[in-house]
Nanobody, 119 residues
Framework: QVQLVESGGGLVQAGGSLRLSCAASGRARNAYAMGWFRRPPGKEREFVARINWSGSTTYYADSVRGRSTISRDNAKNTVYLQMNSLKPEDTAVYYC????????????WGQGTQVTVSS
């Protein structure tokens, strides 16, 4: 089992920045690929970013590419999502997830952290 806890959300003005953190505990957590997802109000959950176990490979949704950076510190068992130039459409609950089998099948999810961007 892996437990994931997100933090760092909040209210920010458009154009501002936030850094989300996802602390992982449990077995073999550093060997997992990790992802960030979000659920905007009234919409389906959508992919935001992904990072492999070593941090050498990252992927981003078109909507955040160039404005966001996913990273990880395996010594701290933490994955980060740095978000810059935030827009009101970035308002959502943000979730981190772990992909133990590296097949894009995310088996473990955090409880989410709210990000609200005001215009």
């Amino acid at each position: 089992q892996v437990q994931l806890v997100e933090s760092g959300g909040g209210l920010v003005q458009a154009g501002g920045s936030l850094r989300l953190s996802c602390a992982a505990s449990g077995r073999a957590r550093n060997a997992y690929a990790m992802g960030w997802f979000r659920r905007p109000p009234g919409k389906e959950r959508e992919f935001v970013a992904r990072i492999n176990w070593s941090g050498s490979t990252t992927y981003y949704a078109d909507s955040v590419r160039g404005r966001s950076t996913i990273s990880r510190d395996n010594a701290k068992n933490t994955v980060y999502l740095q978000m810059n130039s935030l827009k009101p459409e970035d308002t959502a609950v943000y979730y981190c997830a772990a992909d133990p089998s590296n097949t894009y099948g995310y088996e473990y999810w955090g409880q989410g952290t709210q990000v609200t961007v005001s215009s």
